[in-house]
């Protein structure tokens, strides 16, 4: 069956993981990426599938009702996977109003755009939400103490450890703490609302933290890596104990694939990486994976680590059960955190350019003159 699939937010880090892996297993479907290019969107990032024949870039705020709903007409979507956002926690505690029009409005615009043109004929339709597990608040940290690390700082073991008895479940109820995981909860609202109010054939999933390649250097892993390499400081917030549940990017977009496919219209899903770290303890990793890789005495920048002012209202723990999604559909994490972590840090290592770029602010500079000539 050939379908036309409105993927939001495609330059970014995960959008991106998921273009690629939909133009490339989907030659049949055609691929619209919509992408307003804002700081953290880069057409680098799908650089191996723009000349693909089924690929299509739009430039456009989602908030531009007129504009998205031209886009609709168009391309006659019939799919929507809306990932696009406003995505970094500490950016919304600075800019609360960018999070709540992107990720608030943004969505109702492209929710309001799909209902007046499915018109209704809702059979084949479907309009999928990307969220994150941080809508549901924050777990505790029942072991804070006298626990080892899941694995040694040489990365040599996978055991999962959980750091509290407790896990977010579909079932869980909301309970946002950033103005970041505020504006995501009001989306999902909205989503769900279209599906009980209008008949809208709609789906949201709540995905834990992600890592790998193309991940914007503003986030823990991408930045600490480059710091680390560069011998700056790891600005670790607070006591660094809090607890994130990682998940490798590619898997997200495989359980993006399964679910948009076989998904049952109206649930919710989680998907997670059943693999819990503190902070301190990745940071860890993170210093001997990067000295052992680039041929340094492994652990020799330990002494980069700075204890910084925490973040504020810093979720203590997330941790995700996402066994339904194993149940119903089958999907499971396919790489262990050694692996995973293990490629993550060589990519960026290996793809130094693609990081130079976009420190140096020469991406958006050279976007802005391409769309200024058009
Ligand atoms: P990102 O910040 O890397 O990318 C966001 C993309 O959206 C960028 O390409 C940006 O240009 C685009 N965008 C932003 N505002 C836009 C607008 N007004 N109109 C059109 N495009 C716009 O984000 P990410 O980490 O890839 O996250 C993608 C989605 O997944 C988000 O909805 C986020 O909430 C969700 N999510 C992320 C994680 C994670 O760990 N990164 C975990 C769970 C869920
Ligand atoms: P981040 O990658 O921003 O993701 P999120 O806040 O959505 O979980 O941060 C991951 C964890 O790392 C989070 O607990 C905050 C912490 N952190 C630091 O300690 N220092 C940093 O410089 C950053 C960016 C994050």
């Not at 006591?239 to 549940?245: C, I, L, S």
């Not at 920048?301 to 979720?315: E, N, S």
């Not at 770029?357 to 958006?364: L, R």
């Amino acid at each position: 069956m050939s379908r036309n699939i409105l993927i939001t937010g495609g330059a970014g880090f995960i959008g991106s993981h998921v273009v690629r892996l939909f133009v490339t297993k989907y030659p049949d479907y055609r691929i619209v990426n919509l992408d307003k290019l804002t700081y953290a969107g880069n057409l680098a990032n799908l650089k191996d599938v723009e000349q693909a024949p089924n690929y299509r870039f739009e430039r456009c705020d989602i908030c531009d009702y007129d504009a998205v709903r031209a886009i609709f007409r168009k391309y006659d979507i019939d799919g929507v996977i809306h990932l696009a956002a406003e995505s970094h926690v500490d950016r919304s505690i600075k800019d609360p109003f960018t999070f709540a029009r992107t990720n608030v409005m943004g969505t109702l615009t492209l929710l309001q755009s799909a209902r007046e043109h499915w018109n209704g004929a809702w059979d084949g339709k479907l309009f999928y939400h990307i969220s994150t597990d941080e809508v549901y608040g924050a777990l505790e940290l029942t072991h804070p103490e006298g626990i080892e690390p899941p694995f040694s700082t040489t990365a040599s073991s996978t055991e999962h450890l959980a750091y509290g008895a407790d896990f977010f479940y579909e079932t869980t109820k909301y309970n946002p703490h950033s103005p970041y995981s505020a504006s995501k909860a009001s989306s999902d609202h909205f989503v769900r609302a279209y599906h009980d109010t209008y008949g809208m054939p709609t789906l949201v999933t709540n995905c834990s933290n992600n890592y790998g390649p193309y991940q914007f250097p503003e986030k823990l892993i991408p930045l600490f890596i480059n710091n680390i390499r560069h011998r700056k400081p790891l600005p670790v917030y607070g006591r660094g104990e809090n607890v994130r549940d990682w998940l490798y990017v590619e898997d997200h977009a495989r359980a993006i694939d399964v679910i948009f496919h076989r998904g049952k219209v109206a649930e919710t899903y989680n998907i997670g990486g059943f693999n819990e770290w503190k902070n301190i303890d990745l940071v860890r990793v993170l210093v001997c994976t990067v000295d052992r890789l680039l041929g340094r005495k492994e652990g020799e920048d330990m002494d980069l680590i700075t204890y910084v002012t925490d973040r504020p209202g810093h979720d203590m723990r997330y941790a995700i059960d996402s066994s339904k999604l194993q149940r119903e559909l089958g999907w499971e994490p396919s790489l262990q955190f050694e692996e995973g972590i293990g490629k993550t840090v060589r990519w960026y290592l290996d793809n130094q350019a693609w990081m130079d770029n976009i420190t140096s602010g020469e991406y958006e500079r050279y976007y802005e003159e391409m769309y200024r000539n058009r």
